[in-house]
């Protein structure tokens, strides 16, 4: 039996406060989309005309890859975390949407807190993401944390000063198994970040067909997370050239869209002319994807909202 995110938050006084409109992408298990439900979901918020920041926090640091910026090692990010120091960020990688890069040297924040001698390694962690993103948080209209699936200390120092975790899952039981680690490491923190709440579960890399499927795997979410979190409706599909697509080109599925219908008609004017067409393109239509990750940002979107009136009454 799943264990319940619906337990009693401890009475302790919290050490870290939760930052308004932060939301952190999780789940335990790699490779469930998470990555690149939350650099869609970012791209379209900025598209909308929204500030968004979105902070790579794992060390594989595979946001490069979704948003098309060049890979960084996260030694600047180790560093501002540290020394409390302003964080290097990316400007503009799209309009409105702005970038503190991770990469492989965070590794290095897992053993230094477990090297501490504080019975709160995670609870450091935590402090120190809040004062790094806490100046910066009236720039902008939304931050994004993308986590890793492993590193507890990461994760639950996200958690510490998030508003919100989204966690976008495959239909497997590998994958609703992540669910489950990622909703005990939502319960340790509640003591620390009681304002802390679960936006919602995102079913990714679902089969078109897989109806019976996608019916059993909500069943089974709905009866771990009782009432405390919607499965959202907007299911992303497994389109796997297109995936592919996005993140050979760094494209988002909205840009993707529009590159390969551009492709599609320099490959018809090359036909025409005798000559080979060279689009390098496997898919020949993303709009179902855009799409849906559009629908998806809504509601979202429409959840943070709920989760603010619930706050304010």
Known sequence: MARSLQAPASQKTPQTRAIDRVVSFANGKGGVGKTTTAANVGGYVALAGSRVLMVDLDPQGDLARDLGYERQTGRELFHALI???APLILRDVRENLDVIPGGQDLEDIQGLMVSRS???DAGDFGDMLYALLAPLADDYDLILIDTPPGERIL??????????VVIPTKSDDASIDGVERIARRFLAVRDRNPSLQLAGIVLFGVGPRSLRLERSVRETLAEMLGTVAPVFETRIRNLESA??????????????EGAVTDAQKSRLKALRAGEKPTDGFFSRNAGGLAEEFEQLTGEILSRLNEIESEDRA
Request: proline share 0%; net charge positive; aromatic share 6%.
């Open 155 to 164: 994760v639950e120092g996200a958690f510490a000063i998030s508003s919100a």
């Open 83 to 85: 020394a409390g120091t």
């Open 243 to 256: 995936s592919a697509d996005a993140r050979r080109k760094g494209l988002l599925f909205h840009e993707l």
């Open 118 to 120: 504080s019975r709160s």
